[in-house]
């Protein structure tokens, strides 16, 4: 199906009242410069639980609301006066060629994946002797983050964690004064958990001296050594959004929750008499004459046939998206 099978314009609905910038507190100016001029954002994970998506793109790279999460991501750093970043890659490395066109983008290819703790001490020379901010790949946040380093800042510490009370991975365990994480799992027998980690720290260059060079390795046996000398930092974030792309339901219900005003984006194509409610139609998308698209994501370029009937579907293919589904990827 092309654009000139039927009759089509591009399209927007009638919806309720859905959030802007400004109820997910996206300041359009940036905040004051800080001390940490730069990120790290984990790009290198295989995607397994997001498949068939994960298929045609790495998990950052997926749309979240007609653009690639990792874009997102990156916007919230540069609010915070961040303009250096470094990306591990390793699951199709090319769909990262032309990303961060005009940005001061480092990619670090991992042909044998290194884990959280491997990846760091990769980029060590890149790091040099400043101070980084480490920004999981499949989390969309919209914490305060200026409070995360203002807190590793203020404390010296190696590294300072951004936690959220509660949550569906309440794992680190932090003092009464909510500034130091003193336990992960338990596995000090120190306390058990009480928070989540949001996926979301800083951390000064000596802290990759606790990690061996040249192995796959995780950063948790590091954060435990420090949780035991009493010195990994902590901040509580539960103001804004903070999401884990990780897996397909995720994923829709992010777009159902942030719920941003263009969910209809201006140059996709609809068709006369098709219906699009509660879902998300991206740049260069084409709903065919007669559709009805129900809690979907169409992705940039997707396309869905004429009285074609979806519900809660994610379409990512270019080819025409026909017939009747439900919690189908197509």
């Not at 990780?246 to 219900?253: C, P, V």
């Not at 209809?264 to 194509?269: K, S």
Request: glycine share 12%; net charge negative; aromatic share 6%.
């Amino acid at each position: 199906m092309t654009a000139t099978s039927c009759r089509f314009s591009p399209g927007r609905r009638k919806s309720r009242k859905r959030k802007t910038n400004a109820d997910l507190n996206c300041p359009a100016l940036p905040f004051k410069a800080s001390g940490v001029n730069q990120a790290f954002i984990l790009g290198a994970g295989l995607g397994n639980r997001l498949r068939p998506l994960t298929g045609r793109l790495p998990k950052p790279l997926v749309p979240l609301f007609h653009q690639p999460l990792t874009s997102w991501t990156m916007a919230a750093c540069e609010r915070l006066g961040i303009t250096r970043f470094a990306i591990n890659t390793h699951h199709l490395p090319e769909a990262w060629d032309s990303f961060g066109k005009g940005k001061d983008v480092t990619l670090f290819h991992e042909p044998v994946l290194l884990e959280t703790g491997g990846g760091l001490k990769n980029i060590g020379s890149w790091i040099g002797k400043e101070p980084v901010l480490v920004h999981n790949g499949d989390i969309f946040s919209t914490m305060p983050l200026e409070k995360l380093v203002a807190a590793h800042e203020a404390s010296g510490l190696p590294v300072t964690l951004a936690l959220r009370t509660g949550g569906t991975a309440p794992h680190i365990a932090i003092d009464p004064e909510g500034s130091r994480a003193i336990d992960i799992r338990n596995s000090l027998g120190v306390a058990d958990g009480t928070h989540t980690f949001s996926g979301v720290y800083c951390v000064n260059p000596e802290f990759l001296d606790l990690i061996p060079a040249g192995e796959k390795i995780s950063v948790i046996p590091a954060f435990l050594e420090l949780a035991k000398a009493g010195k990994l930092g902590a901040v509580v974030l539960d103001e804004g959004v903070w999401l884990d792309l990780g897996d397909r339901g995720s994923y829709l219900r992010a777009h159902e929750e942030l719920g941003l005003a263009d969910a209809v984006h201006e140059d996709a194509m609809i068709g006369e008499g098709a219906s699009v409610e509660r879902s998300v139609v991206g740049p260069g998308a084409v709903i065919g004459a007669g559709a009805v698209v129900r809690d979907s994501v169409i992705w940039p370029g997707g396309q869905v046939a004429p009285d074609a009937r979806l519900e809660g579907c994610i379409v990512f293919s270019e080819n025409p998206a026909s017939g009747d589904h439900r919690d189908g990827d197509l």
